[in-house]
């Protein structure tokens, strides 16, 4: 595991800012996650196949609203992940006291 050190004149008032920052964006990235997962349900309910399915194996001739509707799932597929990818690594990050 990689370490990270900053430093502050403030130290104490430095962590409790970056810890409360660090908490605030993964809030924010749940939420997003959230939100991006619910419209991928409505596709893979409408469609009856899985995000990853899709990704992998259709295009945009097998979906009623052809172009449109790929990119729009296509891009909340794509969003998830990134999503889910940056989450993963702020919940990796622990604060160490030295």
Request: net charge negative; charged share 35%.
């Amino acid at each position: 595991m990689a370490e990270i050190k900053f430093k502050s004149d403030v130290p104490d008032k430095a962590t409790e800012i970056l810890t409360e920052a660090l908490e605030t964006e993964s809030l924010r990235l749940e939420y997003s996650l959230r939100l991006a997962k619910e419209r991928l349900s409505r596709f893979e309910k409408k469609y009856n196949v899985s995000s990853e399915k899709f990704i992998n194996e259709w295009t945009a001739e097998d979906l009623e609203g052809k172009d449109l509707e790929y990119v729009e799932w296509a891009g909340e597929y794509h969003l998830s992940m990134r999503l889910n990818e940056r989450l993963d690594v702020l919940k990796s990050i622990h604060h160490v006291s030295t």
